[in-house]
């Protein structure tokens, strides 16, 4: 079955500053894979997501890219803000969807 | 669009009782609803898949008898805890999907299950 690791657990920057959080996959045919960001106690939101025909996707501050020969996709957040602080998960599906382990991400003002 | 109720958000309960969790889809017809666990700072576990209509299937390690699930409409998917034992505290979550392909899943809020 797919697995997916995610990198790293946590993440402290700066506010305006970049964060990075890598994820990679097992499953080749996996083909949709959505990013989630979760704060305390709710459930997860759908910030961004791209599928395997794409290599890159943009949202504002928010971008994701997939190297499908790597397996490996990231997702990009820049200029941060205190509250983009929470919980990320990316996951990688095909039919199911396996999600990483998740990076708490702290912006400090 | 694509909101994802559930109800109740919080429940404490005795051990040995049975807890009935509601998951709505608002604003689409779910065709598949998906129910996860979280444990404190752990990853989202998928627990099983149900479809409207049809049994559910259960991931390998949960109990079916333990986790009842019940997705009797579009709408509507119930998962009750039975006989619930303080180990099955836990966050559980829906999710559903059929808006825009069986891929997207649209989350609820959760519910927090305290059993002493």
């Known amino acids: 079955g797919e697995n997916v690791e995610q990198h790293p657990s946590t993440l402290s920057v700066q506010e305006g500053d970049s964060a990075v959080i890598k994820c990679t996959y097992s499953?080749?045919?996996?083909?949709?894979f959505p990013w989630y960001k979760q704060e305390l106690g709710k459930g997860p939101q759908l910030i961004i997501d791209i599928r395997s025909n794409v290599g890159e996707k943009k949202d504002q501050r928010i971008a994701v890219t997939l190297n499908k020969t790597a397996k490996h996709f990231s997702l990009h957040i820049t200029e941060t803000q205190p509250e983009d602080s929470a919980v990320y998960f990316c996951a990688a599906s095909f039919g199911d969807m396996r999600f990483g382990a998740g990076t708490r991400l702290t912006v400090k003002p | 669009g694509a909101v994802v109720s559930q109800h109740p958000s919080r429940v404490i309960c005795k051990s040995g009782t049975s807890v009935k969790i509601e998951c709505r889809s608002l604003d689409f017809q779910a065709t598949t609803m998906f129910w996860y666990r979280q444990f404190p700072k752990q990853s989202l576990m998928l627990m099983a898949t149900s479809n409207e209509g049809s049994k559910a299937t259960y991931e390998q390690g949960v109990e079916k008898d333990k986790f009842l699930i019940n997705h009797a409409s579009l709408t509507l998917s119930t998962l009750t805890v039975t006989s619930a034992h303080p180990e099955d505290s836990s966050f559980y979550i829906c999710?559903?999907?059929?808006?825009?392909?069986?891929?997207?899943?649209?989350f609820g809020p959760g519910t927090r299950l305290t059993v002493l």
């Open positions: 499953d080749s045919a996996s083909n949709y």
């Open positions: 999710s559903a999907s059929g808006n825009r392909g069986l891929e997207e899943q649209f």
